[in-house]
């Protein structure tokens, strides 16, 4: 169960993981190894203690990661009409709406990996013409405690290179697909798209020379 202290002991919990996961990465003493091992242990605890995960299935994520720790890279795309509307797709997970987007993929240029999610979530081909913003999820999506990685967002403004219709559903995680007037948005999948991230990104496709956000 989620409590005040969630945000806190989540943050404990990321930093405990990020330095294990270094530790084994680097260490090869074999008391060094089971050390970090440990700490990795307490860390999965941490999570289970704040959401409903097992410790053990959290543990097991996290033995999958290998490598000097590093955040995640969430991309999204903003795609506005002549309206000033902005296309959004609801998530077939939580049934709320957000920008197409998900994890860049390794060997994926940040724009090319933008323009690949936009195409499998909402069925448009676009092109990537300005990087918006690259946010802290932590900081401005409010990312949950059940996630056991920090996470950075990459925020692109979109153009269409065709008339096609968008067409949700492609890949299996979106269920619908619209446009939206700012001022009349549905619930908002929050941890991936926030209204003041829209608003933001309306004055970037208005203003190509307007400096990126950041943090």
Same mark, same amino acid.
Not at 81 to 95: M, Q
């Given at each position: ?36 091992? !440990?700490?990795? $242990?307490?860390? *999965?605890? /941490?999570?289970?203690?704040? #959401?409903?995960?097992?410790? +053990?299935?959290?543990?097991? %994520? ?53 323009? !690949?999610?936009? $195409?499998?979530? *909402?069925? /448009?081909?676009?092109?990537? #013409?300005?990087?918006?913003? +690259?946010?802290?999820?932590? %900081? ?61 990104? /309306? ?8 400096? +990126?956000?950041?943090?």
């Amino acid at each position: 169960m989620v409590t005040p202290l969630a945000p806190t002991l989540h943050r404990m919990a990321i930093e405990l993981a990020a330095m294990a996961q270094n530790g084994l990465t680097y260490s090869t003493d074999r008391y060094d190894v089971d050390r970090y091992t !440990r700490m990795r $242990a307490f860390s *999965a605890e /941490l999570m289970g203690l704040i #959401t409903d995960a097992e410790p +053990a299935d959290v543990e097991a %994520v996290l033995a999958l990661e290998a490598g000097h720790a590093t955040p995640k890279v969430d991309v999204r795309g903003a795609l506005f009409d002549d309206e000033d509307r902005v296309l959004l797709v609801r998530e077939a997970r939580d049934g709320r709406w957000t920008l197409p987007g998900g994890w860049a993929d390794a060997l994926d240029r940040p724009s090319r990996a933008a323009e !690949r999610e936009f $195409a499998e979530e *909402a069925g /448009l081909a676009v092109r990537a #013409t300005k990087l918006a913003a +690259a946010y802290d999820g932590s %900081v401005h999506n409010g990312h949950s405690p059940a996630g056991p990685w920090h996470i950075y967002k990459l925020f692109f403004v979109m153009e269409r290179l065709d008339d096609a219709a968008p067409v949700a559903g492609l890949d299996g995680e979106t269920s619908d697909v619209a446009f939206f007037a700012l001022d009349g948005l549905p619930e908002l999948s929050t941890t991936r798209t926030t209204a003041h991230q829209l608003r933001r990104a /309306l004055v970037h496709a208005r203003d190509q020379a307007e400096p +990126a956000d950041f943090d």
